[in-house]
């Protein structure tokens, strides 16, 4: 029956190489009660049997006997009737050898609460920022930990040499009532139908990243309500935190023109294609010191209130602050993409083509597409979520195939006494 049903779906997909990766390959299989039992090497299968096959599998299938067809995966003797996915939260539970796919939770319960953060978004009225009507509060967390954002991943950043400026991604938000949503990300357009304005970059990762850790230094404040997170900062001050260390006339009007992108180059979130949401990561700057130079330049910033209410609510995985100091651009997007669920303990194996796509990676050879890949793992390697775990990536080959493998390490404990034997040593 399986083979049947192969044979037919062969003819309808007209397209042998994924045909004989995904489906060709699964040897074992039965049908039994209108229930077809596929066995599948790892989760990569099952997300890609059920985007690119599952539905013609199940036309066929009715087509041919009137009745609806259940499919049920095995993955090492386990049954999983839907893609299983490990919470994603900043546990420092360890478990070994599960692989997964990333996707983004929102810390919203519905999709409506959602959509209202990012229609207040738009509504919020832009006015002078006086200082008697800002409120401060209590540092959650302490100064070694910068904010990742549950609802920003790797799809809202680009590369700097990208040169797509109406680039649109499909993007899955999670809801706390265990529903999700797809909705479509329109990078760098300021509404349907008009031209796009330019893309967030990498960079623009990292000043988000870094204004948002000196807004938790400076004591969390809002204005009037949780609603409209402000820092105030010296310009220096930030380009000193994203570690330049000779600070020139260029870099700061390079790093003041990063600002400004973050308030003006919108995004736009659509469900169906013609209602629009749409917002930018800060919503307004006050000058407050400028005398025409910009190396004395102090600004305050008001975030906008889709990130301020996810930082009011502290409902944000704490990352080291290293990932803003991480200058490759596809260790930055890896970092987006996947360090929450590998702190929490999930290792993941991600085959290279799943992994290109997922992080946007153009490349017309596979030789330097590996070579971008080991330069980007070595900055990777460098990376530690806290003190007392770090992030280990490698690129392994197996029969024929690569695959990203990825996962949190504990530190090993300092020996006091072979340090102090060391430093007797030295001072011999």
């Known amino acids: 029956m399986w083979q049947k049903l192969k044979e037919e779906l062969k003819l309808r997909l007209n397209d042998d190489h994924g045909y004989g990766i995904w489906i060709d390959t699964i040897k074992e299989a039965k049908i039994k009660n209108n229930i077809l039992y596929l066995t599948v090497p790892d989760n990569i299968f099952i997300l890609r049997i059920e985007k690119n096959y599952s539905p013609i599998i199940k036309t066929i299938w009715k087509s041919v006997y ?3 067809l259940q499919i049920i995966y095995i993955i090492n003797e386990k049954l999983y009737d839907t893609i299983p996915i490990p919470p994603i939260n900043s546990t420092s539970k360890k ?3 599960i692989k997964t796919w990333q996707k983004l939770n929102t810390n919203y319960k519905n999709k409506m609460e959602f959509e209202r953060c990012i229609k207040k978004s738009e509504d919020i009225n832009i006015e002078s920022l006086e200082c008697n009507n800002i409120i401060e509060m209590t540092p959650k967390y302490g100064s070694e930990s910068v904010a990742s954002l549950g609802t920003i991943g790797s799809e809202f950043f680009t590369y700097s040499t990208d040169k797509r400026k109406n680039s649109e991604i499909d993007v899955k938000f999670n809801f706390t009532e265990r529903k999700s949503e797809v ?5 760098g357009k ?8 330019g893309q967030l970059t990498t960079n623009h990762a990292r000043v988000l990243f870094a204004l948002i850790h000196i807004w938790q230094e400076n004591g969390c404040k809002f204005y009037k309500t949780e609603d409209q997170a ?3 900062l010296p310009l220096k001050q930030l380009i000193n935190k994203l570690g330049c260390k000779k600070i020139g006339g260029s870099t700061i009007k390079l790093f003041y023109s990063r600002i400004k992108d973050l308030i003006h180059y919108p995004y736009i979130l659509s469900r169906d294609g013609t209602k629009a949401l749409g917002f930018t990561f800060l919503s307004n700057m006050n000058t407050l010191y400028n005398e025409g130079n910009l190396k004395k330049l102090i600004l305050r910033l008001m975030f906008n209130p889709f990130i301020s209410r996810q930082l009011a609510d502290r409902k944000v995985f704490f990352r080291n602050p290293g990932c803003y100091l991480t200058r ?3 260790a930055l997007k890896f970092i987006l993409a996947y360090d929450r669920i590998i702190y929490a303990g999930y290792k993941i194996r991600i085959a290279i083509l799943d992994f290109v796509s997922k992080l946007e990676i153009k490349y017309k050879r596979q030789d330097v597409l590996l070579k971008a890949l080991n330069r980007a793992i070595i ?4 990376y530690d979520f806290d003190n007392d775990c770090s ?3 490698e690129l392994k080959k197996e029969d024929k195939l690569y695959f990203i493998i990825a996962e949190r390490t504990e530190k090993k404990p300092t020996n006091c006494f072979s340090l102090r034997f060391c430093y007797w040593l030295i001072a011999i």
């Open 66 to 68: 009137n009745i609806e």
């Open 190 to 197: 300021e509404a349907f139908g008009i031209p796009a304005v």
């Open 95 to 97: 478990v070994a050898n």
């Open 328 to 330: 490759n651009a596809i």
């Open 230 to 232: 402000v820092v105030e």
């Open 379 to 382: 900055a990777l390697n460098k």
């Open 183 to 187: 909705y479509r990300l329109h990078r």
């Open 391 to 393: 992030l280990r990536v």
